[in-house]
């Protein structure tokens, strides 16, 4: 059976009318985004927002907010989620490089992650990612470059 595009797929899946027969190229959801309950919001070619119900008391660290390393996954969640729209069979990516900000601390609070493409290249993609919390406020800025692999490189991803 052919395999549809990423993105096809994600739109299906987030409409509720993915059939047992509808299959692409990517895992979703991820084994990641199942443990920690990413749930994807909203996709569009090359961009996608993924939401988690953030609570220091399960996603916690040592001063008693929510993790920054969490914060990190969801932005990482949605850039991979947006690069993966791009993907076409026999190509694949992997993150080569991510920086985040934190502008403000979370306790509890449903987060937005959102990711835009700066530049898209043939191989290179530049993203930025908004975090924001339920009162609309950014919580962290996300730049990440991706890199798309083809062929064999792909292979095995």
């Not at 994807?40 to 920054?68: F, K, M, P, S």
Request: aromatic share 6%; proline share 4%.
């Amino acid at each position: 059976m052919p395999k549809i595009p990423v993105l096809d797929y994600l739109i299906h899946q987030l409409a509720g009318t993915l059939r047992p027969d509808m299959e692409t190229n990517m895992k979703y959801p991820t084994a990641i985004s199942r443990t920690l309950s990413i749930g994807i919001t909203a996709v569009d070619y090359g961009t996608a927002t993924v939401e988690i119900a953030a609570d220091a008391l399960i996603h916690g660290n040592q001063q008693g907010t929510v993790h920054g390393g969490l914060i990190c996954e969801l932005a990482d969640a949605a850039i991979g989620t947006a690069h993966s729209t791009l993907m076409t069979e026999g190509q694949s990516f992997t993150t080569i490089e991510l920086k985040i900000n934190f502008y403000r601390p979370v306790w509890k609070s449903k987060l937005w992650a959102t990711a835009r493409p700066l530049q898209s290249g043939k191989t290179i993609t530049h993203y930025s990612c908004e975090v924001k919390n339920e009162e609309d406020k950014i919580v962290a800025m996300v730049t990440s470059t991706v890199m798309t692999l083809h062929q064999d490189k792909a292979a095995g991803r």
